[in-house]
T-cell receptor, first 112, second 115 residues
Framework: AQSVTQLGSHVSVSEGALVLLRCNYS??????LFWYVQYPNQGLQLLLK??????LVKGINGFEAEFKKSETSFHLTKPSAHMSDAAEYFC??????????FGTGTSLTVIP | EAGVAQSPRYKIIEKRQSVAFWCNPI?????LYWYQQILGQGPKLLIQ????????DSQLPKDRFSAERLKGVDSTLKIQPAKLEDSAVYLC?????????????FGQGTRLTVV
């Protein structure tokens, strides 16, 4: 069975600082990995995804993530945080594209 | 392009009552998902439709939850009778087809409170 673990339910960064949100996965076969963002009272929006190919994936709003098989990780980063980045972030894994397994989420606070 | 529409946005009911949620996916999207998101947790898939057929309902509590997608477009999710632990946000999502190269678009969700 596959699953994801998001380390840190709450992360605070200063505006302009590096954003690092951690995600580790568990899967018996190479998975497909996703990051979603959820703003208050909104649905989830896809930030980026890794399926095959290049392990460094670039997404919307300046976010990127790197698939590291040796570390079973798919951490999300952004070089410089903006106030508008404050939201809940979810990592998700799937093997087939049907059943997605989401992490418990990381709430990002950006301090002005 | 219109997004995934859900209604109502909020619902408060007493335990043992019944409730229904409605979802209108993006036009042309064959795949429709219902997720349950309990406060502090990630979304959990309840049921997936491909057109009007069920692909996966392994995590749907079938003794109280039911869902249908007649004509392969709109969908309704029903809970009868509701329990306190059903309090959650119910998210509907749709995609052109299942698969990792197709993005799932989410609606704003229906926040259910069972008292």
């Amino acid at each position: 069975a596959q699953s994801v673990t998001q380390l840190g339910s709450h992360v605070s960064v200063s505006e302009g600082a590096l954003v690092l949100l951690r995600c580790n996965y568990s899967s018996s076969v190479p998975p497909y990995l996703f990051w979603y963002v959820q703003y208050p009272n909104q649905g989830l929006q896809l930030l980026l995804k890794y399926t095959t190919g290049a392990t460094l994936v670039k997404g919307i709003n300046g976010f990127e993530a790197e698939f590291k098989k040796s570390e079973t990780s798919f951490h999300l980063t952004k070089p410089s945080a903006h106030m508008s980045d404050a939201a809940e972030y979810f990592c998700a894994v799937t093997l087939t594209g049907n059943q997605f397994y989401f992490g418990t989420g990381t709430s990002l606070t950006v301090i002005p | 392009e219109a997004g995934v529409a859900q209604s109502p946005r909020y619902k408060i009911i007493e335990k043992r009552q019944s409730v229904a949620f409605w979802c209108n996916p993006i036009s042309g999207h064959a795949t429709l998902y219902w997720y349950q998101q309990i406060l502090g947790q990630g979304p959990k898939l309840l049921i997936q439709f491909q057109n009007n057929g069920v692909v996966d309902d392994s995590q749907l509590p079938k003794d109280r939850f039911s869902a249908e997608r007649l004509k392969g477009v709109d969908s309704t999710l029903k809970i009868q009778p509701a329990k306190l632990e059903d309090s959650a946000v119910y998210l509907c999502a749709s995609s052109l087809r299942p698969g990792t190269n197709t993005e799932a678009f989410f609606g704003q969700g229906t926040r259910l409170t069972v008292v």
